[in-house]
């Protein structure tokens, strides 16, 4: 704390404690207090200061939310094959981020809910060489196409779910 001396006119000496904004002199008695400038600054501060902590608080609450009714993306894996083939190997992630690997009959799918951003694959190849056609591998999301690929021996298809 600064402390000064101020002399009036009257050759009176007054102290002076300047403590920032909206601080005065009483040269009666040689208090000092918040003048109504003071006061009303301090308010508006601590509104604002307020007002910042309330909106932030709720941008906060809001992204914590989850949509209303909004289910999950449906992820599906679809193979099929052409010609002679009627069996397959498939190695997919699934809705754990794992992998899993399968010898399966043609056609064949599998469906999970999953969570936008998630990656998914789904790799096929022929598990009897001397099968002859065009296997294909289709991921959906929601029913909608998100890759599909066709092969004579293989297919690879994968992305990420929107």
Request: glycine fraction near 10%; aromatic fraction near 8%; include cysteine.
């Amino acid at each position: 704390m600064a402390s000064l001396e101020i002399t009036e006119r009257s050759s009176q000496t007054v102290p002076l404690s300047f403590f920032g904004r909206g601080w005065r002199i009483d040269p009666i008695c040689g208090q000092h207090g918040l003048t109504s400038f003071g006061e009303s600054y301090m308010k508006k501060t601590l509104r604002s200061i307020l007002t910042y902590l309330m909106v932030a608080g709720g941008v906060i609450a809001l992204s914590q939310c989850n949509p209303p009714n909004v289910p999950p993306p449906t992820v599906k894996y679809s193979v099929t094959g052409t010609g002679t083939i009627t069996a397959a190997s498939v190695t997919y992630t699934n809705e754990t981020g794992g992998t899993d690997q399968f010898d399966v009959s043609l056609p064949w799918s599998y469906s999970f809910s999953s969570e936008p951003g998630k990656v998914v694959e789904l790799l096929v190849s022929l598990s009897d060489y001397s099968q002859v056609g065009v296997l294909t591998a289709t991921i959906y999301v929601n029913g909608s196409v998100l890759q599909t690929s066709s092969g004579n021996a293989s297919a690879i298809a994968g992305g990420t779910v929107p």
